[in-house]
Nanobody, 124 residues
Framework: QALLVESGGGLVQAGGSLRLSCTASGLTFSRSAMGWFRQAPGKEREFVAAISWRGSSTYYADSVKGRFTISRDNAKNTVYLQMNSLKPEDTAVYYC?????????????????WGQGTQVTVSS
């Protein structure tokens, strides 16, 4: 059974940084595209970033481009989301997800496995 576990969330002031981690088990991580999504209270889940299985291609939502960086370490079965210049509107529960078919999609429908989420709160 695949399992994704996020960590690294917390409370930070606007302009600060956080680094989220997601460690996977029970799946072929090195052949899976990985994505980060977020969901704010009262809003739908939205795409944040995705990375191809080899790490050679990355994709970002316009709202985080230039501030967030997705990366992965296949030796550690871990994907990261470095978040800089955080804004209050980045406040949400952040989820990592695995796409076993490697599509690196921006659509949540393409991801088969999800983590439990980690809360990120940015104060103004």
């Amino acid at each position: 059974q695949a399992l994704l576990v996020e960590s690294g969330g917390g409370l930070v002031q606007a302009g600060g940084s956080l680094r989220l981690s997601c460690t996977a088990s029970g799946l072929t991580f090195s052949r899976s595209a990985m994505g980060w999504f977020r969901q704010a209270p009262g809003k739908e889940r939205e795409f944040v970033a995705a990375i191809s299985w080899r790490g050679s291609s990355t994709y970002y939502a316009d709202s985080v481009k230039g501030r967030f960086t997705i990366s992965r370490d296949n030796a550690k079965n871990t994907v990261y989301l470095q978040m800089n210049s955080l804004k209050p509107e980045d406040t949400a529960v952040y989820y990592c997800a695995a796409d076993l078919y490697g599509s690196s999609s921006t659509s949540s429908d393409k991801y088969e496995y999800w983590g439990q989420g980690t809360q990120v709160t940015v104060s103004s």
